[in-house]
Nanobody
């Protein structure tokens, strides 16, 4: 069992930056692939990025590539999402999730946080 708690969301102007954190508790955080997903109002939850268990490999959705950076600190059981050059279309609830699979597919993630709201004003 893994419990995930996101933090760091908020309101930011277009072009600004935010850093999200996801703190994990439970067993064997370092065994899990960690992902970030987001869900805008009235839309499906979509993949944003993922990082493998060691932190050596990352993968990004095209929409955030070169603007967002995922990282993790296994000693602190935490995964981060640095978001730069934010756009209004980045507005969504952001969720972190844990998987034993190296996947970008939503159904491949077993554990989910409660989400944190990110709002980007124009």
């Amino acid at each position: 069992q893994v419990q995930l708690v996101e933090s760091g969301g908020g309101l930011v102007q277009s072009g600004g930056s935010l850093r999200l954190s996801c703190a994990a508790s439970g067993r064997s955080f370092s065994n899990y692939v960690m992902g970030w997903f987001r869900q805008a109002p009235g839309k499906e939850r979509k993949f944003v990025t993922r990082i493998n268990s060691s932190g050596a490999s990352t993968y990004y959705a095209d929409s955030v590539k070169a603007r967002f950076t995922i990282s993790r600190d296994n000693a602190k059981n935490t995964v981060y999402l640095q978001m730069n050059s934010l756009k209004p279309e980045d507005t969504a609830v952001y969720y972190c999730a844990a998987s034993l699979l190296n996947t970008a597919v939503r159904n491949g993630y077993r554990y989910w946080g409660q989400g944190t709201q990110v709002t980007v004003s124009s």
